[in-house]
Protein backbone atom coordinates (compact mmCIF):
# COMPACT_ATOMS: atom_id res chain seq x y z
CA UNK A 1 0.00 0.00 0.00
CA UNK A 2 1.10 3.19 -0.76
CA UNK A 3 1.82 5.63 2.14
CA UNK A 4 1.57 8.91 -0.25
CA UNK A 5 -1.25 11.42 1.08
CA UNK A 6 -3.57 11.97 -1.42
CA UNK A 7 -5.71 14.53 0.73
CA UNK A 8 -6.51 17.80 -1.99
CA UNK A 9 -4.81 20.74 -0.52
CA UNK A 10 -8.17 22.56 -1.41
CA UNK A 11 -11.79 21.25 -1.66
CA UNK A 12 -15.17 22.61 -2.36
CA UNK A 13 -18.75 20.93 -2.35
CA UNK A 14 -21.57 22.61 -3.40
CA UNK A 15 -20.22 25.78 -3.12
CA UNK A 16 -22.70 28.51 -3.54
CA UNK A 17 -23.80 32.40 -2.47
CA UNK A 18 -26.60 34.19 -3.08
CA UNK A 19 -27.18 38.23 -2.81
CA UNK A 20 -31.13 38.79 -2.16
CA UNK A 21 -32.00 36.68 -4.83
CA UNK A 22 -29.48 36.02 -7.42
CA UNK A 23 -27.38 32.89 -7.58
CA UNK A 24 -23.71 34.20 -7.88
CA UNK A 25 -21.77 31.38 -7.71
CA UNK A 26 -23.89 27.62 -7.40
CA UNK A 27 -22.79 24.14 -6.73
CA UNK A 28 -19.00 25.07 -7.27
CA UNK A 29 -17.14 21.79 -7.21
CA UNK A 30 -13.80 21.80 -7.31
CA UNK A 31 -10.67 19.24 -5.78
CA UNK A 32 -7.20 20.90 -5.93
CA UNK A 33 -4.24 18.49 -5.28
CA UNK A 34 -0.70 19.37 -3.55
CA UNK A 35 1.47 20.76 -5.99
CA UNK A 36 -0.92 21.30 -8.79
CA UNK A 37 -1.34 24.43 -10.70
CA UNK A 38 -5.32 25.12 -12.12
CA UNK A 39 -6.81 27.64 -14.03
CA UNK A 40 -10.27 29.07 -13.22
CA UNK A 41 -11.40 30.82 -16.16
CA UNK A 42 -14.92 32.12 -17.71
CA UNK A 43 -16.52 35.17 -19.93
CA UNK A 44 -16.27 38.67 -17.86
CA UNK A 45 -19.11 38.62 -15.33
CA UNK A 46 -19.02 34.54 -15.05
CA UNK A 47 -18.65 34.62 -10.86
CA UNK A 48 -14.21 34.10 -10.89
CA UNK A 49 -13.45 36.42 -8.28
CA UNK A 50 -16.74 36.14 -5.92
CA UNK A 51 -15.37 32.19 -6.09
CA UNK A 52 -12.07 33.75 -5.17
CA UNK A 53 -13.95 35.84 -2.23
CA UNK A 54 -15.51 32.84 -1.27
CA UNK A 55 -12.14 30.78 -0.81
CA UNK A 56 -10.31 33.79 1.30
CA UNK A 57 -13.41 34.45 3.65
CA UNK A 58 -14.95 37.87 2.17
CA UNK A 59 -17.97 36.26 1.31
CA UNK A 60 -19.65 33.57 3.39
CA UNK A 61 -21.19 30.65 1.46
CA UNK A 62 -24.97 30.44 1.74
CA UNK A 63 -24.73 27.21 0.59
CA UNK A 64 -22.04 23.97 0.90
CA UNK A 65 -18.50 23.84 2.77
CA UNK A 66 -14.82 24.24 2.04
CA UNK A 67 -11.55 22.28 2.84
CA UNK A 68 -8.37 22.64 3.27
CA UNK A 69 -5.78 20.02 3.92
CA UNK A 70 -9.17 18.00 5.16
CA UNK A 71 -10.10 20.98 7.46
CA UNK A 72 -13.49 22.61 7.34
CA UNK A 73 -13.29 26.46 7.13
CA UNK A 74 -16.82 26.89 8.09
CA UNK A 75 -17.04 30.97 9.12
CA UNK A 76 -13.53 31.83 8.96
CA UNK A 77 -12.77 35.34 8.36
CA UNK A 78 -10.24 36.57 5.67
CA UNK A 79 -6.92 36.44 8.54
CA UNK A 80 -8.17 33.36 9.52
CA UNK A 81 -7.85 31.95 6.05
CA UNK A 82 -4.56 33.58 5.41
CA UNK A 83 -3.23 32.09 8.54
CA UNK A 84 -4.81 28.32 7.88
CA UNK A 85 -2.89 28.71 4.75
CA UNK A 86 -4.92 30.37 1.59
CA UNK A 87 -3.19 33.47 0.24
CA UNK A 88 -4.43 35.38 -2.20
CA UNK A 89 -3.76 38.39 -5.12
CA UNK A 90 -5.72 40.73 -6.15
CA UNK A 91 -6.91 42.30 -9.68
CA UNK A 92 -6.05 45.44 -8.74
CA UNK A 93 -2.56 45.77 -6.77
CA UNK A 94 -3.14 46.33 -2.89
CA UNK A 95 0.65 47.10 -2.10
CA UNK A 96 1.78 49.47 0.46
CA UNK A 97 3.14 51.94 -1.81
CA UNK A 98 4.45 53.95 0.67
CA UNK A 99 6.61 51.08 2.02
CA UNK A 100 9.94 49.38 0.95
CA UNK A 101 9.62 46.71 -1.86
CA UNK A 102 11.79 44.89 1.53
CA UNK A 103 9.05 46.41 3.70
CA UNK A 104 5.86 44.93 1.76
CA UNK A 105 7.43 41.06 1.84
CA UNK A 106 8.26 41.54 5.60
CA UNK A 107 4.97 42.78 7.03
CA UNK A 108 3.42 39.45 5.13
CA UNK A 109 5.62 37.87 7.59
CA UNK A 110 4.02 39.37 11.00
CA UNK A 111 0.73 36.62 11.53
CA UNK A 112 4.40 34.04 12.04
CA UNK A 113 6.27 36.14 14.22
CA UNK A 114 7.75 34.50 17.60
CA UNK A 115 8.51 37.67 19.87
CA UNK A 116 5.91 39.66 21.96
CA UNK A 117 5.15 43.28 22.12
CA UNK A 118 7.52 43.80 25.25
CA UNK A 119 10.31 42.47 23.23
CA UNK A 120 9.74 44.85 20.81
CA UNK A 121 9.49 47.49 22.44
CA UNK A 122 12.75 46.94 24.95
CA UNK A 123 14.51 45.42 21.18
CA UNK A 124 15.76 41.96 22.77
CA UNK A 125 18.25 39.40 21.20
CA UNK A 126 15.54 37.33 20.50
CA UNK A 127 13.56 40.06 18.75
CA UNK A 128 17.06 41.32 16.79
CA UNK A 129 17.63 37.55 15.61
CA UNK A 130 14.06 37.14 14.47
CA UNK A 131 14.03 40.07 12.77
CA UNK A 132 17.18 39.67 10.74
CA UNK A 133 16.01 36.09 10.01
CA UNK A 134 12.63 37.20 8.14
CA UNK A 135 14.72 40.23 6.99
CA UNK A 136 16.84 37.46 5.02
CA UNK A 137 13.51 35.11 4.52
CA UNK A 138 12.53 38.48 2.40
CA UNK A 139 15.39 39.14 0.57
CA UNK A 140 15.47 35.19 -0.75
CA UNK A 141 12.02 35.88 -1.67
CA UNK A 142 12.76 39.14 -3.62
CA UNK A 143 15.40 36.73 -5.51
CA UNK A 144 13.06 34.78 -6.65
CA UNK A 145 11.58 36.82 -8.90
CA UNK A 146 15.12 38.67 -9.54
CA UNK A 147 14.11 41.74 -7.56
CA UNK A 148 16.13 41.65 -4.76
CA UNK A 149 18.41 44.84 -5.94
CA UNK A 150 14.93 46.70 -5.74
CA UNK A 151 14.58 46.06 -1.89
CA UNK A 152 14.89 49.81 -1.02
CA UNK A 153 13.22 51.13 -3.53
CA UNK A 154 9.54 52.73 -2.57
CA UNK A 155 7.00 50.02 -4.18
CA UNK A 156 4.88 53.17 -6.02
CA UNK A 157 8.09 53.50 -8.10
CA UNK A 158 8.65 50.27 -9.32
CA UNK A 159 7.25 49.55 -12.74
CA UNK A 160 3.75 48.07 -13.21
CA UNK A 161 4.95 44.46 -13.83
CA UNK A 162 7.44 44.39 -10.62
CA UNK A 163 4.69 45.53 -8.71
CA UNK A 164 2.93 42.85 -9.68
CA UNK A 165 5.87 40.56 -9.06
CA UNK A 166 5.99 42.15 -5.64
CA UNK A 167 2.35 40.99 -4.84
CA UNK A 168 3.07 37.84 -5.15
CA UNK A 169 6.14 37.30 -3.45
CA UNK A 170 4.16 39.18 -0.22
CA UNK A 171 1.55 36.60 -0.98
CA UNK A 172 4.23 33.77 -0.57
CA UNK A 173 5.59 35.42 2.24
CA UNK A 174 2.47 33.90 4.58
CA UNK A 175 4.03 30.63 3.81
CA UNK A 176 0.72 29.15 2.28
CA UNK A 177 -0.69 25.64 1.08
CA UNK A 178 -2.23 27.64 -2.03
CA UNK A 179 -1.77 30.53 -3.96
CA UNK A 180 -5.26 31.97 -5.52
CA UNK A 181 -4.03 34.74 -8.13
CA UNK A 182 -6.57 36.86 -9.42
CA UNK A 183 -5.39 38.37 -13.51
CA UNK A 184 -1.56 38.46 -12.16
CA UNK A 185 -0.66 39.18 -15.91
CA UNK A 186 -3.49 41.75 -16.13
CA UNK A 187 -2.13 45.00 -17.77
CA UNK A 188 1.54 43.45 -18.24
CA UNK A 189 3.61 43.89 -21.60
CA UNK A 190 4.08 40.49 -23.68
CA UNK A 191 7.76 40.68 -22.48
CA UNK A 192 6.70 40.96 -18.54
CA UNK A 193 3.65 38.05 -19.24
CA UNK A 194 6.43 35.84 -20.34
CA UNK A 195 8.73 36.60 -16.87
CA UNK A 196 5.39 36.11 -15.22
CA UNK A 197 4.70 32.51 -16.45
CA UNK A 198 8.28 31.41 -15.45
CA UNK A 199 8.21 33.40 -12.34
CA UNK A 200 4.66 30.82 -11.62
CA UNK A 201 5.99 27.80 -12.76
CA UNK A 202 9.20 28.47 -10.64
CA UNK A 203 7.00 29.08 -7.79
CA UNK A 204 5.18 26.24 -7.80
CA UNK A 205 8.27 24.05 -7.93
CA UNK A 206 10.34 25.83 -5.44
CA UNK A 207 7.39 26.63 -2.49
CA UNK A 208 5.83 23.17 -3.79
CA UNK A 209 2.33 24.55 -3.23
CA UNK A 210 -1.01 24.07 -5.23
CA UNK A 211 -2.00 27.46 -7.43
CA UNK A 212 -5.22 28.56 -8.66
CA UNK A 213 -4.97 30.99 -11.32
CA UNK A 214 -7.45 33.61 -12.89
CA UNK A 215 -6.71 35.34 -15.86
CA UNK A 216 -8.06 36.33 -19.41
CA UNK A 217 -4.63 35.79 -21.25
CA UNK A 218 -5.72 32.59 -22.78
CA UNK A 219 -2.38 31.81 -24.10
CA UNK A 220 -0.79 32.47 -20.51
CA UNK A 221 -3.60 29.90 -18.99
CA UNK A 222 -3.28 27.23 -21.84
CA UNK A 223 0.68 27.54 -21.68
CA UNK A 224 1.09 26.88 -17.52
CA UNK A 225 -1.69 25.08 -16.32
CA UNK A 226 -2.39 21.10 -16.21
CA UNK A 227 -5.83 21.59 -15.25
CA UNK A 228 -8.84 24.20 -16.09
CA UNK A 229 -12.07 24.96 -14.55
CA UNK A 230 -14.72 26.96 -16.62
CA UNK A 231 -17.48 28.73 -14.99
CA UNK A 232 -20.38 30.42 -16.89
CA UNK A 233 -22.86 32.54 -14.84
CA UNK A 234 -21.93 30.98 -11.79
CA UNK A 235 -21.40 27.50 -12.34
CA UNK A 236 -19.11 25.08 -13.68
CA UNK A 237 -19.69 24.06 -17.47
CA UNK A 238 -16.27 22.74 -18.21
CA UNK A 239 -13.44 20.94 -16.36
CA UNK A 240 -10.40 19.27 -18.22
CA UNK A 241 -6.88 19.74 -19.73
CA UNK A 242 -6.40 22.53 -21.77
CA UNK A 243 -6.82 20.99 -24.58
CA UNK A 244 -9.97 19.51 -23.46
CA UNK A 245 -11.38 22.36 -22.57
CA UNK A 246 -10.22 24.63 -25.63
CA UNK A 247 -12.18 21.87 -27.67
CA UNK A 248 -15.41 22.00 -25.98
CA UNK A 249 -18.33 23.57 -27.08
CA UNK A 250 -19.94 24.84 -24.08
CA UNK A 251 -16.43 26.94 -23.50
CA UNK A 252 -17.08 27.99 -27.51
CA UNK A 253 -20.32 28.81 -26.57
CA UNK A 254 -20.12 30.88 -23.57
CA UNK A 255 -16.64 33.03 -24.50
CA UNK A 256 -18.44 33.58 -28.74
CA UNK A 257 -22.35 32.75 -28.62
CA UNK A 258 -24.14 30.11 -29.71
Known sequence: MSNIDTTPVLKTEHLGITFGGLKAVEDFNISIAPNELVGLIGPNGAG??????????????????????????????????????????????????????????????NQNM?????QAILRTGGYWREEEEIDQKARELLS????????????????YGQQRKLEIARALATN??????????????????????????????????AILLIEHDM???????????VIDYGMIIAKGTPKEVANNPKVIGAYLGE
Open 48 to 109: KTTVFNLLTGVYQPTEGRIELDGQEMKDKKPHQMAKAGIARTFQNIRLFKNLTVLGNVKVAF
Open 114 to 118: KYGIF
Open 144 to 159: VFNMQDAADKIACNLP
Open 176 to 209: PKILLLDEPAAGMNPTETAELMEAIRIIRDKFNI
Open 219 to 229: SLVMSICERIV
